[in-house]
């Protein structure tokens, strides 16, 4: 059962969906589907909704999309491009149409509706009936520029229709790939031997979001439009729907299924007749738009700080089926995660036959209350990710066994650990595990690691598939036979590569350190480390209390350190790279730190008007520890402008908090200037 507190889950819940939000709309490469997504931000809600305190500015709550990736020219929207409510019930809907009947007094609010396409917002600014310049929602204030593959797309006029259209007309609407176009795509792709598009909305994203404009050029790319933005020069209706029709007559597409509603009974007709007709339309959709028809009514009704107070989208759910659950196995991830996952009886759902399901945690299988032989429910959720939602319990067989949590590793046996307040398992034998042996490769021969020269991806892959392998020590056993026999090596290069292994031998503490792979150990916490204790020897000796006297390290990477090196298979791999040649300085252990602040450790978050390398060195001068983390310990947290979720913890614990004007108040006391 989980412990973890509000203000922990309401901070790795913001960590997660800022990185979701920019695999999304920067990198076109989401990780989870849709239906997960708005889990994790419907949850994030709730929490701030429970936990006033909690609030944030910064929160993704308070966000439309991401910011803007760098690589296209900004554009910042004269009016900002908000994202939707969401619906998942009908009451929710109710609630909607409720509000408006009270706040306008009106009794049968009128609606244009609209299906909700699955595709990439877009801005489409016209200036005397010509398109000037297509940018992007991005973060909703500020998008990207990329007219040059809009202007690819035959959907989109470069020049309207018609006449009488304002001097400047900004058209907002959704860049989509119609379904038989990216499965005419798709197998043509594969006949090449190119690689498949993922879904149709991720092709329209990543197509238009390309530096090329050929490639937007080369896929069957559609435009519907579903609104406006900025307006000059010439009077306009003053309904929506009205408009619509307008840009259709201009030569912009207009959605066919869009039109018109009254009151909430109307809108939930037209929700369910779409979602009859979802599967023969020739587009993804994944809700029905619900607007308030006239323009002075949504400004009566305004706005909340991500969207608008007059519109909601309501979205379906995902396809589902239901199947037993045969069992739960275990899956070791490159980096060590442990993921449970359902083995399934075959089901058809979402166009595929899924065998397979993520269970995503332990605490999720706990929380589902998911057993063995149950009949679950399963969702192919965005057509993307297939997952199991719910088990259903009147079909629950006598013998139903919840499955245990695993305490080694299926792969090495190697003890799992799992942090307090976290739901992933991790794998602790990672320099031994052959699921990690890869990355551990990887990692150890990394630039900033021991640095090997000409040991890519590629090379690792070989030598691990091919038995040559099997820990890092390894490494220093091959001979030049050993890569002459790989592919793309040839006598020279296996000479060069040989030469680089044997220079590694030479390295320091700090770099080995950072090399094992120890986690959380990364360049600075191996500095400090090899700084404070000089040689290895006493390192492998000391407790966790003494390991959280050295600067940037705390309880949780303590025991980190003792976990790793209290394995007697890590200790071998160690012992095994001295033997074979290993060597670094050595030096004396630092001297104990002094000072007034000595005993005090100090936390920096936020932006501050110094560099953070120049704080955290002012205060090391007067004997404080400056940690990476937030935990009881800490004495106090120095918050600069647009602080996380470090000052979120540290307001939930109680932590003591200063902004820079404390600092410097504190370092002034001291007889120190920044």
């Not at 119609?178 to 598009?197: H, V």
């Not at 979602?275 to 009566?300: C, N």
Request: net charge negative; proline share 6%.
């Amino acid at each position: 059962m989980s412990t973890t507190s509000p203000a922990a889950r309401v901070a790795t819940l913001r960590e997660q969906i800022n990185e979701h939000n920019r695999r999304y709309h920067q990198l076109d490469a989401p990780t989870i589907s849709d239906a997960e997504y708005d889990g994790l931000m419907r949850e994030l809600e709730t929490l701030e909704r429970e936990h006033p305190a909690l609030q944030s500015l910064d929160s993704p709550t308070r966000r439309v999309g991401a910011p803007v990736s760098g690589d296209f020219p900004e554009v910042v929207h004269s009016i900002p491009m908000l994202s939707l409510s969401n619906a998942f019930e009908d009451d929710t809907v109710g609630d909607f149409v409720r509000r408006i009947q009270t706040d306008l007094e009106i009794e049968q609010p009128e609606f244009s509706v609209e299906p909700k396409i699955d595709g990439l917002a877009l801005s489409l600014r016209y200036e005397a009936g010509v398109l000037i310049r297509a940018a992007t929602r991005g973060d909703g204030t500020k998008g990207e520029d990329v007219t040059h593959s809009v202007r690819t797309i035959g959907a989109i006029p470069l020049r309207l229709k018609g006449e009488g259209w304002p001097e400047v007309l900004e058209v907002r609407g959704e860049v989509y790939m119609p379904k038989a176009g990216f499965k005419a795509y798709n197998r043509r792709a594969l006949e090449r031997g190119e690689k498949p598009l993922i879904n149709p909305r991720n092709g329209a994203a990543g197509s238009v979001r390309q530096q090329d404009p050929k490639i937007a050029a080369a896929r069957p790319l559609a435009f519907f439009a579903y609104g406006l933005g900025e307006i000059s020069g010439a009077p306009f209706s003053d309904r929506h729907s009205e408009t619509l029709a307008q840009l259709g007559r201009w030569g912009l597409p207009i959605s066919p299924e869009a039109g018109k509603a009254v009151g909430l009974q109307g809108c939930l007709d037209y929700y369910r007749k779409l979602g009859a007709d979802r599967g023969s339309l020739p587009y993804e959709i994944d809700g029905a738009v619900y607007k308030l028809d006239r323009y002075d009514q949504q400004g009566a009704m305004g706005f909340i700080s991500r969207a608008p107070r007059w519109a909601l989208a309501h979205k379906y759910p995902a396809e589902e089926a239901i199947t037993r659950l045969l069992a739960v196995e275990l899956q070791v991830g490159r980096t060590g995660a442990v993921t449970p996952v359902a083995r399934l009886d075959p089901v058809f759902v979402g166009g595929v036959t899924v065998s397979n399901a993520t269970l995503h945690n332990f605490d999720e299988v706990a929380r589902k209350d998911l057993r063995v032989g149950d009949s679950v429910i399963v969702r192919r959720a965005g057509d993307v990710i297939p997952e199991v939602v719910a088990p259903i319990p009147e079909l629950r067989p006598e013998d139903a066994q919840p499955p245990s949590i695993p305490t080694e590793c299926p792969v090495c046996g190697s003890e799992l650990i799992r942090a307090e307040g976290e739901a992933v398992i991790r794998c602790s034998g990672g320099l031994i595990c052959s699921a990690q042996r890869k990355e551990a490769l990887r990692h150890y021969a990394s630039r900033k690691a021991m640095d090997i020269e000409g040991l890519g991806d590629k090379l690792v892959e070989q030598l691990v598939d091919r038995g040559l392998v099997h820990q890092i020590d390894d490494l220093y056993r091959l001979s030049q036979d050993d890569f002459e026999g790989l592919e793309r090596m040839g006598e020279r290069s296996a000479q060069k590569l040989l030469e680089q292994i044997e220079h590694s031998k030479q390295t320091s503490l700090e770099r080995l350190l950072f090399a094992l792979g120890i986690r959380e150990v990364g360049e600075s916490t191996a500095k400090a480390l090899a700084r404070h204790y000089g040689s290895l020897p006493p390192l492998l000796a000391a407790s966790e209390e003494q390991l959280t006297e050295v600067a940037d390290v705390g309880p949780v990477v303590a025991s980190r350190i003792r976990h790793f090196f209290n394995d007697e298979r890590n200790q071998q791999v160690v012992q095994s790279l001295i033997d074979a040649g290993l060597h670094w300085p050595e030096h004396a252990p630092a001297q104990a730190p002094e000072g007034p602040l000595v005993g005090q450790t100090m936390v920096l978050t936020g932006t501050l008007s110094m560099p953070r390398d120049r704080a955290k060195a002012l205060l090391e001068s007067l004997g404080a520890k400056v940690s990476g983390s937030v935990s009881k310990k800490t004495s106090a947290v120095i918050a600069g402008a647009e602080a996380g979720s470090k000052l979120t913890k540290a307001e939930a614990l109680g932590v003591p908090v200063m902004d820079e004007e404390g600092l410097l108040a504190l370092l002034a006391e001291h007889g120190v200037r920044p």
